[in-house]
């Protein structure tokens, strides 16, 4: 009859070296997959932000609540109307963004503009409660910040030949910006909106 043969110390404790290098390394993998997973997912927000920002811009157009004017401060002939240049962070005073009278909210389709608070830098906090544009539930309030830029643009001067005042022109930004434990990150989109028409 055949002995049968123990583990020996050695072999023990190569067996378990080799079973803590597995779950060292299973744990390893799954903290990187999970952080990875963060960052994308912050990242997914900050662009749903910036789409719906631009998104805002293109609605208010469309519905012919925007006008494009030389001057900021001009009159626009309504009081329906919006100056394209309202969208612009810091907000913007002014008849052509605020409905009249002392203390005057902002106009459609700014409205959410009347409750976000600015930092120090001109960017917009995100805020849960205000639920248009955004909906970042899953963050907390003021994780994201963004800001919009309007310019005059000379770069849609000639679209098919076409020659566009360069006042009926206009360059919008949206940028969103966020911490991470690597540091702060931005997502940046960019649209040329004009009021040329055939």
Not at 16 to 36: D, E, Y
Not at 80 to 104: H, I, M, Q, W, Y
Not at 105 to 118: A, D, F, I
Request: positive net charge; charged residues 20%; aromatic residues 10%.
């Amino acid at each position: 009859m055949k002995k049968l043969r123990s583990f020996g110390l050695i072999e023990a404790v190569i067996a378990s070296t080799v079973m803590a290098l597995i779950l060292i390394g299973s744990a390893v993998l799954s903290s990187s997959t999970l952080k990875t997973s963060v960052v994308e997912q912050n990242y997914h927000e900050a662009e749903h932000i910036a789409d719906a920002l631009l998104e805002k811009v293109r609605s208010a157009k469309e519905s012919g609540l925007v006008v494009f004017t030389k001057n900021q401060d001009a009159d626009l002939g309504s009081s329906e109307l919006l100056s394209v240049d309202c969208f612009a962070t810091p907000k913007r005073d002014g008849a052509n963004c605020k409905t009249a009278g002392a203390g005057g909210t902002y106009k459609e389709p700014l409205p959410y503009y009347n409750g976000m608070v600015e930092d120090g830098d001109g960017y917009i906090l995100v805020k849960n409660n205000l639920k248009i544009p955004f909906n970042s539930s899953n963050f907390a309030n003021g994780f994201f910040r963004w800001k919009m830029t309007v310019t005059r643009s000379t770069s849609c001067q000639s679209i098919g030949g076409v020659s566009i005042d360069s006042w009926k022109c206009r360059l919008i930004q949206a940028e969103i910006r966020w911490n991470q434990p690597t540091g702060e990150k931005s997502y940046l989109i960019r649209q040329y909106f004009t009021d040329w028409s055939r």
